[in-house]
């Protein structure tokens, strides 16, 4: 008896083991969906309703906060993250380059796109991160993962097909940003080693490798000029925004890391073309530059559809508990 009470402790003690991690899963994909949400918007109310000029030094306002925060805070021992030594550089390439990337090409499309249209094209990230996370990461999918996946493709093409205001920029630079959020997400989940530079190092490395030279790309474009020319710096609303989007932003690399941490790369990007097509819902009614086609609210279904199927896929396989052994079934043949 007292052997099977241990042993039914320990059941209970593995299955509450297992649940913050089950906990996690679902607060850090909600948190990412949440922040990259409200991100959106903020920006895409700076950079069209404002006509702020400069994506790239927001993106220099998010770095500095994210490195102020970070750094803040491992003064204050309430987060830890290895002090600088010449390894770190190459730990975390191609990190920086990517993330620059990412950065940069995604504020450009915001400005460049209707907001249903630049959530439609960020889909292609999906299929990119699946393609890249089994080359990098070796991990295998299932078909209904697959199928999934495709389905929100699907639902892209035909809702571009019917795009109205065509910009070949615009559409340059979102799948730049494509290509650029696959790969930053694939390498981060692989760089966040806690016995390297863990969750909080990758996030602050990052930041401090890249702002210099992006404070350089922004002033030999004339970029930073246009800024500090701006008229709006004395509108109080317009600084709120501004400071707003910069924490945003923090919180935006901070929730993706998280998301990265306790589920995958792909789960992450699905979670962002959830949220992109809920943003594309919002957008037909206050964003003011929808224009609406049959197709493309067709497509805009389709995706939502591929999306949902992915996150019930994907969250029942880690909430369905492990059915237990009962040793009175196993035949004797197999017993000892």
């Not at 909080?200 to 030279?213: D, H, K, R, S, T």
Request: aromatic share 12%; glycine share 8%; charged share 15%.
């Amino acid at each position: 008896v007292t052997v099977g009470r241990q042993a039914e402790g320990a059941g209970m003690d593995h299955a509450s083991a297992r649940l913050p991690s089950r906990v996690a899963k679902l607060l850090s994909a909600l948190f990412y969906g949440t922040c990259s949400f409200l991100l959106v918007l903020v920006n895409k109310a700076l950079l069209t309703t404002y006509r702020f000029p400069s994506p790239v030094v927001l993106g220099i306002g998010q770095m500095a906060v994210t490195i102020m925060i970070l750094y803040v805070s491992k003064l204050n021992k309430v987060i830890h993250f290895p002090d600088f030594d010449k390894k770190i550089p190459i730990k975390l390439f191609p990190l920086p380059l990517l993330y620059i990337g990412n950065h940069i090409s995604g504020l450009s499309s915001t400005s460049k796109l209707s907001l249903p249209m630049f959530t439609v094209l960020r889909k292609f990230t999906i299929p990119l991160t699946l393609l890249l996370e089994t080359i990098i990461l070796g991990k295998q999918y299932s078909l209904n993962i697959i199928v999934s996946v495709f389905a929100i493709i699907l639902g892209a093409f035909i809702a571009a097909g019917s795009d109205l205001a065509f910009n070949l920029e615009g559409y340059i630079f979102v799948f730049l940003n494509d290509i650029f959020t696959a790969a930053n997400g694939v390498y981060t989940k692989q760089k966040m080693d806690p016995k390297e530079l863990g969750k909080y190092g990758v996030l602050f490395y990052n930041a401090c490798f890249m702002i210099i030279p992006t404070l350089i790309i922004s002033v030999s474009t004339g970029d930073l000029r246009q800024a500090t020319e701006f008229n709006q710096w004395k509108n109080v609303l317009f600084i709120i925004q501004f400071l707003l989007s910069c924490f945003l932003g923090f919180l935006l690399m901070y929730s993706t890391l998280l998301c990265s941490y306790y589920n995958s790369a792909l789960t992450t990007a699905v979670v962002g073309a959830i949220k992109n097509v809920s943003v594309a819902y919002i957008g037909m009614l206050v964003g003011g530059d929808y224009i609406f086609s049959v197709l493309n609210f067709v497509g805009l279904n389709i995706c939502m559809a591929g999306g949902l199927r992915y996150s019930f896929l994907t969250l029942n396989s880690q909430l369905k508990p492990k059915q237990p052994v009962d040793e009175e079934n196993i035949p004797q043949d197999l017993k000892g």
